[in-house]
């Protein structure tokens, strides 16, 4: 059922808004605009000055004390506002209590959190908010209500989503506000779920650092810019959208790499369990941001990319944006822009919704040309697999099951079963050990392969034993590293898949001898339509180190 309130015409002038946090970064933008359209706001805040010196240059705003943690119930029942907006934060750790509070006075809710368990858990409130009659929507920002539209908007040209990968880059010149910066500080270091490879692991917030380039087809570009693992929404409601829930990863930065650098520094004293967070130390990461301002420039960059299959052909779609001029902290407010006045008439359902799938990309597209940002969707030419490169023209005679585990674009996850052997002399169990190969035994099998511009890492979990290798082309071979230990391979084709033959070998950057290299014949082959591996390791003098054995498939959930 539509939402639809009494009072609610088709005038902007009697509908009445109370912003909480309005005259703050976010808030203040977002004030401006609604009252341009003919709201009267409520701007509110901890400090009434502060609200009065704000509403002494605006019309039709009115300054409030209010504190989004305190009781808003009576204030609520003074002004009668049409419709609360939270744009104060933090919201991480954040409970419902405001929220619980509109739906006991039958107010409309919206808010621009990119807290994660804030934002998920909403839907919690939809029986109540149903029963108030009233429309409860969180995540009205950049994440999840303008990634969620970017998203959508790629999916439908992609068959078989693989992975999805989202960064933004800020401005250094735009205003980080004590909220924004005890938002990023909550996760710095700490564990974050994320869905990789067909399962969900763990990883750490400020960690898996990656340069993201920001390039539109005019060829204007931004970058390459470091960005970091950061804790949003879209995480955990991404893969969820989709029947075999993707890869998906955020990352955001500041624009400036050294700040990166240092988040990322300070992230292990909390991983390590030294210190319990980093929000205690906002001032001071704040004030820094402040010092180094004039450093950076006013552009601001939000990328999307998808990648997949269509028609079984590598398929990825990118979605770049570009704002100039300082407009980048403009766009988190867009979404609540739209969404106030879809609630304000009654075009949104009564309940309580985050905001990944209720706005489209064409809707934002009239306050993107308001400023100076420019968006754009793109096809990227697929780029040959790692093994194709090596193979050449022999990759094409492999069977269907060894070329789809060989043709990942971007992350993709194998489970199977595997049987290993080890070797008895003390020697063998030394290297053993030293590369991390698995116990004997039979064990469940998990292959994580994540490809990137250079190469791929291949991470292999026995029973949840792990170990990893990097896997790159030099020259003609197939190198493959554990450690400082680098094994050349060439790889040719036999009559059912391929073998990998050992070509050299060296420790560092030191060439080894081929004679005391590790003895293996390693062959990869299609059964019953599954991968099949059998890898046994010898070493000279001392026998075998290592046997593993076994078959993979393609995680599908």
Request: overall charge positive; glycine content about 10%.
């Amino acid at each position: 059922m539509l939402a639809s309130r009494s009072g609610i015409s088709g005038s902007h002038a009697v509908k009445k808004i109370l912003i909480l946090g309005g005259y703050g970064g976010f808030g203040a933008r977002l004030s401006q605009e609604l009252a341009s359209r003919g709201y009267h706001i409520l701007v509110a805040g901890r400090g009434f000055q502060k609200a009065k010196l704000f509403c002494e240059t605006i019309e039709n705003t009115e300054p409030l004390q209010a504190d989004r943690n305190g009781d808003i119930g009576e204030i609520i029942e003074r002004h009668k506002p049409d419709l609360l907006i939270d744009a104060a934060g933090p919201f991480q750790g954040s409970n419902y209590k405001l929220v619980e509070q509109c739906i006991a006075l039958a107010t409309p809710y919206l808010d621009l959190a990119d807290g994660r368990d804030f934002v998920c858990g909403i839907g919690t409130l939809n029986d109540a908010a149903t029963a108030a009659g009233i429309s409860v929507i969180s995540g009205a920002s950049s994440v999840p209500a303008l990634s969620g539209a970017a998203i959508r908007h790629l999916a439908s040209e992609v068959d078989q989503i693989e992975a999805i990968e989202m960064a933004i880059s800020a401005s250094n010149k735009a205003t980080a506000g004590p909220s924004v910066s005890k938002a990023i500080l909550s996760y710095v270091g700490k564990p974050i779920r994320v869905r990789r490879a067909g399962q969900w692991q763990t990883s750490y917030g400020w960690h898996d650092l990656r340069d993201v380039r920001f390039t539109l087809p005019d060829g204007s570009a931004v970058g390459p810019r470091l960005v970091g693992l950061a804790d949003v929404p879209d995480l955990h409601l991404v893969p969820t959208q989709f029947d075999n829930k993707p890869t998906v990863i955020f990352r955001a930065g500041t624009e400036l790499r050294f700040q990166n650098r240092v988040l990322w520094l300070a992230s292990w004293p909390v991983r390590w369990g030294w210190i319990k967070s980093l929000v205690p130390f906002a001032p001071g990461f704040l004030s820094l941001q402040n010092i180094t301002r004039a450093l950076g420039s006013d552009i601001s960059a939000m990328k999307v990319e998808l990648c997949g299959h269509t028609n079984d052909q590598p398929n990825q779609k990118d979605w770049t944006l570009i704002a100039r001029n300082g407009d980048g902290p403009q766009i988190p407010t867009f979404a609540a822009i739209l969404l106030a006045e879809k609630i304000l008439f009654g075009q949104i359902e009564f309940g309580a919704y985050d905001a990944s799938k209720l706005l489209e990309l064409s809707e934002f597209q009239p306050l993107f040309d308001r400023y100076a940002i420019a968006h754009a969707t793109q096809t990227v030419a697929a780029q040959p697999s790692l093994y194709r490169k090596v193979m050449g023209q022999d990759f094409k005679k492999l069977p269907a099951s060894l070329e789809k585990l060989h043709t990942v674009i971007r992350d993709a996850g194998f489970h199977g079963e595997a049987e290993v052997s080890r070797g008895k002399n003390p020697l063998a169990g030394l290297a053993a050990k030293i590369f991390g190969f698995p116990a004997a035994g039979k064990h469940d099998l998990h292959v994580h392969i994540k490809v990137d511009s250079k190469g791929e890492t291949w991470t292999r979990s026995f029973s949840g034993k792990k170990f990893s290798s990097r896997l790159q082309k030099t020259d003609r071979h197939l190198t493959e590293n554990f450690g400082l230990f680098q094994f050349r391979f060439h790889l040719p084709v036999t009559d059912n898949g391929l073998a990998m033959e050992m070509a050299g070998w060296k420790f560092w950057f030191i060439p080894l001898p081929l004679f005391l290299a590790p003895k293996s014949q390693a062959s990869e082959w299609e059964e019953d339509g599954r991968f099949h591996f059998d890898v046994p390791i010898k070493l000279p003098l001392v026998g075998l180190m290592v046997h593993y054995r076994g078959w993979l498939k393609p995680i599908r959930n």
